[in-house]
């Protein structure tokens, strides 16, 4: 009995397999076509492309570069004033491991789970001992996630925006 059994339930289970990469939405490798066949297909396709689907606009990143001073939307004054020294030192909400968030994003900011409701806060970063003042958004999730910071952020602070920096993070009030 197990020996008609099985073999049907391998044949059933593998009756899909070869689609697999379809379901996935990932490509197949195409033959290779006559080089007639492959231009009357390309073309085929990039005009089905254009009816389908219209330009995209252009993204901020593409069109201003992709270097670190052209997403830096912040004005001279706005990161003299973040740099300032505080007035007085705010309650301390502890540290987190920040990351780059969105560069496109403009702004001084920290998104964590450090904070319940957005406030004005501050970020020091230990390595260096530079902060600054940003926007403290409330992130979902538990006080020891990581957080994302603004690009204008971590470079006033020193931090790399490439790895996991650690901050300090104080209300300001």
Do not use: Y
Not at 139 to 154: C, F, Q
Request: proline share 8%.
């Amino acid at each position: 009995m197990t020996r008609i059994i099985l073999p049907l339930f391998i044949v059933a289970a593998t009756a899909g397999c070869s689609n697999l990469a379809e379901r996935f939405g990932m490509e197949t490798a195409q033959p290779e076509q006559a080089p007639a066949a492959a231009a009357s297909a390309k073309a085929s396709v990039d005009a089905q492309a254009e009816v389908a689907a219209p330009a995209p606009a252009a993204s901020p990143i593409a069109t201003s570069g992709a270097s670190a001073e052209a997403l830096d939307t912040t004005t001279a004054a706005e990161r003299e004033a973040a740099t300032r020294a505080p007035a007085s030192a705010g309650a301390t909400l502890g540290t987190t491991v920040a990351s780059l968030g969105s560069a496109t994003e403009p702004g001084l900011w920290l998104k964590t789970p450090l904070v319940r409701s957005e406030q004005p806060g501050r970020v020091t970063n230990p390595a260096t001992g530079k902060s600054a003042s940003v926007t403290l958004i409330p992130l979902d999730g538990p006080a020891t996630a990581g957080s994302r910071m603004s690009l204008p952020a971590l470079r006033l602070i020193g931090a790399s925006l490439t790895d996991l920096t650690t901050v300090e993070v104080s209300a300001e009030s």
